[in-house]
């Protein structure tokens, strides 16, 4: 009888509600240094090789697939969000063995990444459940940047499909140029990755007659800096404008993870809409530990230092929750 009872209230739960409406999670996770194991000659992988100075492993591979797993599941408590825009994955082989050798296998993703011509072969990549967003295309956009430093940045991915509510949602993943060398001299790269994903922005809301847009991923920029505050123009809203931190460097938490959306979809009317409060940075225990040098908590990362720690991140997830109205 209780077994009945529990299968009861699960088909309750993943029915749409009286107003036919369904819940739609989007999720945003810097994993940290996806590496397989193989060399490729034409990117700087050394580090993270057998041989390299992390001593980087077959066994340690698979548990960084099972851990990161673990956070994908755990961030959709009773299902696995829709969307997983993923960032600081190396290639195919990573992401596909992510959604065929972990419990996520049973999800049914599929998934759409970039090409880029980073210098360490890093990209970006796009999970979705294929029951709640219908591919529709792709395109990996580069970024050129001005001056004297022409090197390429890691490519914006952007990906369309028709979601529940019969709209075509176009999905944004971006990986902004790091700080390194110094916040302010490192600007003029961001700004350009900014210039780079305004222009895409724009284009879309001329064409869409009801822009959905969702752009997401890892800034390497506060919300109220220069480049934020470019994108988030032109009826675009950042939605962790507030938030605080979903990253910590020497002490300081800094909010470098967030979501971008077309503010169309903070109306009640919609076909897609953001449930109001839903947005958060996903900071569960076992994400964290114990900051022994700047106190505190921080994020339990794969490796402190070069000391190989097995935990997941240097980063947290961020979500946000969206109804779909269906037709």
């Known amino acids: 009888m209780r077994k009945a009872l529990t299968i009861l209230t699960l088909f309750f739960f993943f029915l749409p509600d009286m107003n036919g409406q369904v819940l739609f999670r989007v999720m945003s996770y810097n994993v940290e240094n996806l590496f397989d194991t193989e060399d490729n000659p034409a990117t700087d992988d050394q580090e993270f090789l057998p041989s390299g100075g992390r001593r980087w492993n077959t066994k340690r591979y698979y548990h960084k697939l099972q851990q990161i797993a673990k956070v994908i599941a755990a961030a959709g408590e009773w299902d696995t969000p829709a969307l997983v825009g993923l960032c600081e994955v190396e290639n195919d082989t990573v992401v596909s063995h992510l959604l065929r050798k972990t419990p996520l296998h049973t999800r049914q993703y599929r998934y759409c990444i970039s090409n880029s011509s980073d210098r360490r072969g890093i990209n970006v990549a796009l999970l979705y459940q294929r029951d709640k967003f ?34 075509t ?28 994903l305004r222009k895409l922005c724009d284009s879309l809301i ?115 929750d969206f109804l779909l109205s269906l037709p």
């Open 134 to 167: 219908r591919y529709l295309n792709h395109h990996s956009i580069p970024v050129s940047h001005r001056g004297k430093n022409t090197r390429m940045a890691r490519d914006i991915l952007h990906v369309s499909g028709e979601v529940l509510s019969g709209d």
């Open 206 to 320: 001329r064409i869409r007659s009801c822009p959905l847009i969702i752009a997401m991923g890892d800034f390497n920029d506060s919300p109220g800096s220069r480049c934020m505050k470019l994108i988030a123009e032109n009826n675009l809203q950042n939605l962790f404008a507030e938030m605080k931190g979903s990253h910590k460097y020497q002490g300081e938490w800094s909010q470098l993870d967030q979501m971008i959306i077309h503010r169309s979809m903070l109306s009640a009317k919609a076909g897609m809409k953001l449930i109001p409060g839903s947005t958060r940075n996903f900071s569960p225990s076992f994400l964290l530990t114990k900051d022994k040098t700047w106190r505190g908590i921080r994020p339990r990362r794969t490796y402190y230092g070069y000391k190989y720690e097995a935990g997941y991140s240097d980063h947290l997830p961020v979500l946000a």
């Open 169 to 196: 949602l176009d999905v944004i993943i971006c990986h902004f140029p790091s700080r390194y060398g110094g916040e302010k001299e490192s600007e003029t790269r961001r700004m350009d990755a900014a210039m780079a």
